[in-house]
C-alpha cells in the first residue's frame, strides 16, 4: 500500500493557514482592546495589512466571547442594530499574557532563523 503524499501547494496552504489561525487569535484580541462591531473590525484589521473574511472573523468573536475573553452587546447605530464586542477583564489579562509569549517565540524564531 503507498502512501502518496499532498502536492507541494496544499502542504503549504494548510502550514500557511495553521500558523495565521494563531495570529489572528491575537490580532483580534489586540484590536479589540476598543470597542468594536465586526464591520470595523474587520476593516481596522485590513487596513493594517490583515485581512479576515466575516466566515473565519465571526466565528472566531464566538468562541472568544464563550471563552470568556469578550463581551458584547447589541445597540443600534444608523437605525441597525449592531453587535458590540470588547475585551472583558479576563481578555485584558490573556491578551497580556499571550503577548509576553509572542515577544519570546518571535526572539527565538528570529534567532532560529
Not at 5 to 14: C, G, M, S, V, Y
Not at 48 to 74: F, H, K, M, N
Not at 78 to 102: A, C, I
Request: net charge positive; hydrophobic share 35%.
Amino acid at each position: 500500500m503507498s502512501h502518496t503524499a499532498p502536492p507541494p501547494d496544499e502542504i503549504f496552504e494548510n502550514l500557511r493557514l495553521e500558523l495565521r489561525r494563531g495570529c489572528l487569535t491575537l490580532a483580534v484580541l489586540a484590536q479589540l482592546k476598543v470597542e468594536h462591531y465586526g464591520y470595523t473590525l474587520r476593516k481596522a484589521l485590513a487596513d493594517l495589512g490583515l485581512a479576515i473574511d466575516e466566515g473565519t472573523l465571526y466565528p472566531l468573536l464566538r468562541r472568544l466571547e464563550t471563552q470568556g475573553l469578550l463581551v458584547s452587546e447589541w445597540r443600534e447605530e444608523d437605525k441597525r442594530n449592531k453587535r458590540f464586542y470588547r475585551l472583558s477583564p479576563t481578555g485584558r489579562q490573556t491578551l497580556k499574557q499571550l503577548l509576553v509569549e509572542w515577544q519570546h517565540l518571535n526572539q527565538s524564531i528570529d534567532r532560529i532563523l
